[in-house]
């Protein structure tokens, strides 16, 4: 079965300080990982994704995230906070060919991310 | 629009009461996909479309809730005999296909409160 853990119920981080949201995975064949920032009262907005190729891959509003597939993690990254990145942020995975899962993301519990001026 | 549209976007019903949830996807999307998000919890799966059929709804909790999608685009999400329990956001989600790398876009969510 399909699994995500975010061991961090919540991450605090002064404005311009680097920040790191974790993420652990467990799933069938090759994983497919997103991550996905929800605002308050608002719905999920994508963030990025980790198909295959390059372990570091970047997507908006400055963040980036690092696939390592020897501890079945997906860390989610900014160089630089911002107060504006505060947030819940949910990682989430997918089950690649041969998994018997193909189609539905499975989500984690969220961390919420309080950034500081 | 060119969204995930999902109506209404708050409802509050009597426990007992039937409700409808209905969603539009991003147009030519052929997956759809229902989940529910409680308070302080990540989204958990209900049911997924591809065209007209469910792929899969091993997330529906009971026989009260069912879904469709007849014309394979716009979906209904419909909960009978609401309970108290039900009370969450209903979020509705398209991708262009069900292949693992997709991009999964959600709505705003419609927000059900049972009393």
């Known amino acids: 079965a399909q699994s995500v853990a975010q061991p961090e119920d919540q991450v605090n981080v002064a404005e311009g300080n680097p920040l790191t949201v974790k993420c652990t995975y467990s799933?069938?064949?090759?994983?497919?990982l997103f991550w996905y920032v929800q605002y308050p009262n608002r719905g999920l907005q994508f963030l990025l994704k980790?198909?295959?190729?390059?372990?570091l891959v970047k997507g908006s509003y400055g963040f980036e995230a690092e696939f390592n597939k020897s501890q079945t993690s997906f860390h989610l990254k900014k160089p630089s906070a911002l107060v504006s990145d505060s947030a819940l942020y949910f990682c989430?995975?997918?089950?690649?060919?041969?998994?018997?899962?193909?189609?539905?993301?499975?989500f984690g519990q969220g961390t919420t991310l309080q950034v500081k001026p | 629009g060119a969204g995930v549209s999902q109506t209404p976007s708050n409802k509050v019903t009597e426990k007992g009461k039937y409700v409808e949830l209905r969603c539009d996807p991003i147009?030519?999307?052929?997956?759809l996909y229902w989940y529910r998000q409680s308070l302080g919890q990540g989204p958990e799966f209900l049911i997924y479309?591809?065209?007209?059929?469910?792929?899969?709804d091993s997330g529906l909790p009971n026989d009260r809730f069912f879904a469709v999608r007849p014309e394979g685009s716009v979906s209904t999400l419909k909960i009978q005999r609401t309970e108290r329990g039900d009370s969450a956001v209903y979020l509705c989600?398209?991708?262009?296909?069900?292949?693992?790398?997709?991009?999964?876009?959600f709505g705003e969510g419609s927000w059900l409160t049972v009393v």
């Open positions: 799933v069938s064949g090759n994983p497919y």
């Open positions: 479309f591809q065209g007209t059929g469910a792929a899969d």
């Open positions: 147009s030519g999307h052929t997956a």
């Open positions: 989430a995975v997918r089950g690649g060919q041969g998994s018997g899962n193909t189609g539905k993301l499975i």
């Open positions: 989600a398209s991708s262009p296909g069900t292949s693992s790398g997709n991009t999964i876009y």
């Open positions: 980790y198909i295959t190729g390059d372990n």
